[in-house]
């Protein structure tokens, strides 16, 4: 590399993200020092991004740098932490400086966001491929999981699905749409928003909670598998953006919302007697949420269309991935 290894971390990510004052020791050492606040459990997740598998070659280094964020900010919303230290391994073909500085101005953004400090790293030269863990912190026994649905819970899901489907294909020139309703959707792929304070406000709410990473209809099938029942979903309560229907079409944007990925939506289940209570949290906090079924005893997804009930399988949907 052109950039020797440590004037490219001093330059590029010394500096990246916010301070923090629980960090006792971070970029520079061996290992960062970190003092995680009494009464809490600490939540960890990571997540790897390889380019031309999880983003498109040539994709704009700032959205590769806020998506290797957001991806574990998700999952983190998924256990209704907070977050709180990031840690960044970094393979890079070459050190090219404007690569470089556009990819730490993408993760600085979110980082600054969320209040997240990163802590340490590693870098090394080979196939692009970005991993982050992230370490957030939840009082103690108030993690959100999959397992805790129950029959007669109400199923929910953040956002409009199947958006990041077609901005990826409209990425990918598999899909062409005019020009407003193009940037719309490309945005949802390359900026996702990770739904951080509606999973902390989910954790005193939510019997079960999931992030949408692989296709609404897979992650809501391991919610339930998780729980041990089902879910029955009602087509026309499908919250579908606009912009996704002005692309696709009603009936594929449904098939995208269902089977489509890297959404990094929330979908989860609260009581009935939950249900007015969320309502105004959701307007509080601003968050857009829709009621698109509910919790059933018997195993499996099953999707209803007025009269008409089928099973949802992924593999039946994989065509459209
Ligand atoms: P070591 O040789 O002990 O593994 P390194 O030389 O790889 O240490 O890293 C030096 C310091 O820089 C460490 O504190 C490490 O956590 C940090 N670091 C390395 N790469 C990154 C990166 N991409 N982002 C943030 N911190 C990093
Ligand atoms: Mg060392």
Redesign the pocket.
């Given at each position: 590399m052109a950039l020797g290894?440590?004037d490219l971390?001093a330059r590029y990510?010394a500096n990246c993200g916010p301070q923090r004052t629980d960090v006792r020791v971070g970029?520079?050492?061996?290992g960062?020092v970190l003092a995680p606040p009494l009464g809490h459990d600490l939540i960890a997740v990571v997540d790897t991004l390889v380019e031309g598998r999880h983003f498109p070659p040539d994709s704009p280094p700032d959205s590769i740098g806020h998506r290797a964020l957001a991806v574990n900010l998700s999952d983190l919303a998924a256990m209704g932490a907070t977050p709180a230290w990031a840690l960044?391994?970094?393979t890079l073909p070459a050190a090219n400086e404007r690569w470089l500085e556009q990819f730490a101005r993408g993760a600085d953004r979110l980082l600054r966001r969320y209040g997240v400090a990163?802590v340490?790293?590693?870098?090394t030269s080979g196939p692009l491929t970005i991993t982050v863990q992230l370490l957030g912190f939840v009082p103690r026994g108030l993690a959100l999981r999959r397992n805790g649905a129950q029959p007669g819970d109400v199923v929910m899901v953040s956002g409009t699905p199947g958006d990041a489907a077609a901005g990826l294909a409209l990425e990918q020139a598999q899909l062409v749409a005019a020009e407003d309703v193009a940037v719309a959707l490309r945005q949802r792929f390359l900026y996702p928003a990770p739904r951080v304070e509606l999973g902390v406000a989910l954790r005193s709410l939510a019997s079960a909670c999931i992030d949408v990473s692989d296709g609404l209809g897979a992650d809501l099938g391991k919610l339930c598998t998780a729980s041990g029942c089902g879910a029955e979903l009602e087509l026309s309560a499908m919250p579908l953006s606009g912009p996704l229907i002005a692309a696709v079409g009603r009936a594929r944007a449904l098939q995208l919302a269902l089977a489509g990925g890297d959404d990094y939506e929330l979908c989860f289940t609260v009581p009935p007697t939950a249900f007015s209570q969320l309502v105004e949290l959701a307007r509080v906090s601003s968050t857009p949420i829709a009621r698109i079924g509910s919790v059933t005893e018997r195993s499996g997804v099953v999707l209803r269309d007025g009269a008409t009930v089928t099973q949802f399988s992924a593999r039946g949907f994989d065509h459209f991935r």
């Open positions: 290894e440590f971390i990510f970029v520079g050492d061996d960062a960044l391994a970094l990163l340490g790293g590693d870098t």
